[in-house]
């Protein structure tokens, strides 16, 4: 069963900038399309970021120019950049892959103050 374990979140000021990290246990990690989903009190779950098995990228219009995903397949882990934060970014971010088929981790929250 593979487990997958977020890190990175935290508080900061409007402007700022978090790393956040997803490890990913087993060794399917590289032949998987991985994405960063987050979700917001109240609102439904939705992908924010993606990354191709081969390192192709794409992201929601939200964060376009302001997030960047990455991936190590020798450490089974999974990257973002979030850069220019904004209030409306506060949320529970999580990985998965995509579309997804893997358990949910814990996530980690993510909440920008204005």
């Known amino acids: 069963q593979v487990q997958l374990v977020e890190s990175g979140g935290g508080l900061v000021q409007a402007g700022g900038s978090l790393r956040l990290s997803c490890a990913a246990s087993?060794?399917?990690?590289?032949?998987?399309?991985m994405g960063w989903y987050r979700q917001a009190p109240g609102k439904q779950r939705e992908l924010v970021a993606f990354?191709?098995?081969?390192?192709?990228?794409n992201y929601a219009d939200s964060v376009k120019g302001r997030f960047t995903i990455s991936r190590d397949n020798a450490k089974n882990t999974v990257y973002l950049q979030m850069n220019a934060l904004k209030p409306e970014d506060t949320a529970v971010y999580y990985c998965?892959?995509?579309?997804?088929?893997?358990?949910w981790g814990q996530g980690t929250q993510v909440t920008v103050s204005s």
């Open positions: 990354i191709s098995r081969g390192g192709g990228t």
């Open positions: 087993g060794n399917i990690f590289s032949n998987n399309a």
């Open positions: 998965n892959t995509v579309p997804m088929e893997w358990p």
